[in-house]
């Protein structure tokens, strides 16, 4: 039978351009193919460039058969926004030329990624809580962030997830959902399981693939040889699952594994050993001290860090709601509670190091805060200033699908934002500046040096700049005051000045 296809194109409320066309339909599925022009079209661009201007297209399918002499009704009907960008993945400033792009353009402009890894809203999945999913999206629109990994040992997101994401702004890595999780690295080659995962694929890529905020579609996460190397697509199910994404979104970007090597680790004893392998990197999670952590992210030479945290315990709300009062010290990990609730980012032990003689709750939560925060804020700052020699920087993890009593993640069960939140933020910012040094504590030290540098996102180069570096005491006294007339450059990191004192 003959039908008409009737396309229609909105840009807020308004038509912009229609489509009739005539269609020979036969038994089963039949394609048809129909292209409209938008002309100087309004373009989607991601938070921090610009607005996500989003289309809408309605497609009516009626057929020609009369019912009492009348033209039958519309046969089906659908609705579906769309944005209009170009996405493209270029090489970051490095000398090896093995290394994956890792710098992505969003309609021909350089953006570098402020994100974080994202992880299934509620451990029940099932149920649609589309509040918590409004408040954490916008919680991380208002931190300034332009890109959420959907990590690969958690779900393929619901079409509202996506949806927001696009009217947000925010761009979305998505993984197949293959993971590692230090049990198993290396994928299955049975036969049986590949066909399986291309069969989830074709079905999962045709549902999303219209959605503007969906910029990189990922293996799996973690995904390792025997000898602890990231796989690529010589891996059976990996190569298999890049055919179905080149089939089926030829224009996404395509990384087999998070991180995607040519090392696994960001530890000091890769940066010894290949400098310049630390592509796409993983790690660590934790805390490591306060002079180690600065020494490690002083010595960072990743071109893109995927997953990284600092732990911290959760907040007062949560502990109370969840724990009850008799059980609620000591929080470490001898108390079986706390033990179960999340022994592995359990840092009581370094809090009593750094701190020392903690003996309540309330001064507890203060300080392991206090460290996470600034431990994060430290690490992601790191990153920021090697731009474009380092084109993103993913924090593992924004939100939590369970009560833990100690977590990495920025916000707690309940949605709530832990002071980490807001330390990522603010070097989120479109233009922030920072200083590198090299340890968090200087009892017994004489002098005191920071490199200070400022991170710009904007198209915009600032001239004329007075920066004003103080030492100040916890009193407010200020022990040391120097100033420097500099310049900001556009779209890039800037290395201003270097403050020491006597």
Known sequence: SNVDLEAVIYYEGRE?????????????????NSSLTIEQPNLWWPIGLGEANQYQV???????????????PTSDEAIIEFGIR????????????????????????????KGWNWVPMDAMYGVEQPQKLERL???????????????????????????????????????????SSGIENKPSIDPSFINM??????????GRRNYPSLVLWGGGNELQNHAGQPLDNDEPVLGALAEVVKRLDPNRYWLPTSPSGRRFSNNLEN???????????????????????????????????????????????????????????????????????????????????????????????????????????????????????????????????FPNAYCTSALDYYAEPKPVYYAVKRAYEPVHVTASFNSQVWEGLQKFEAEVWSVNATALRIDNVTIVMRIVGGS?????????SVQVLANGATRLAVGSTP
Not at 165 to 175: A, P
Request: with cysteine; proline share 4%.
């Open 137 to 179: 999206l916008t919680l991380a629109k208002h931190a300034n962030v332009n890109m959420l990994r959907v990590w690969g040992g958690g779900l393929i997101e619901k079409d509202a997830f996506y949806k927001l994401c696009s009217r947000l702004g925010l761009m979305v890595w998505q993984e197949f959902i293959q993971s």
């Open 86 to 113: 170009h996405i493209e993945w270029v090489e970051n400033e490095t000398v090896d030329r093995t290394a994956l792009p890792y710098t992505i353009k969003v309609n021909g402009e350089k953006v570098y990624i």
């Open 16 to 32: 912009i351009t229609r489509l009739r066309t005539n269609h020979e339909l036969t038994l089963g599925q039949t394609i048809m």
């Open 197 to 206: 995962m291309v069969n989830e694929a074709e079905n999962i890529i045709p």
């Open 476 to 484: 407010g006294e200020v022990y040391w005051q120097q100033s420097a």
């Open 271 to 401: 940066i010894k050993e290949d400098p310049t392998g630390l592509h796409d990197v993983h790690g660590p999670w934790e805390h490591q001290g306060l002079t180690a952590q600065y020494t490690l992210y002083n010595r960072g030479t990743s071109l893109f860090h995927s997953e990284f945290g600092v732990e911290g315990i959760t907040n007062p709300k949560v502990i109370n709601k969840t724990i009850a009062k008799e059980n609620q010290w000591p929080a470490s990990k001898d108390n079986p509670i706390y033990f179960h609730r999340g022994s592995w980012w359990n840092n009581e032990t370094l809090v009593q190091e750094a701190f020392g003689g903690l003996q309540n709750l309330g001064e507890l939560v203060q300080a392991s805060q206090f460290l996470q925060a600034e431990g994060l804020r430290y690490a992601v700052e790191s990153n920021l200033r090697r731009q474009y020699q380092n084109s993103g920087t993913l924090p593992w993890q924004f939100n939590e699908p």
């Open 58 to 72: 309605r497609v009516t399918v009626s057929d020609h058969i009369l019912v009492k002499g009348e033209p039958s």
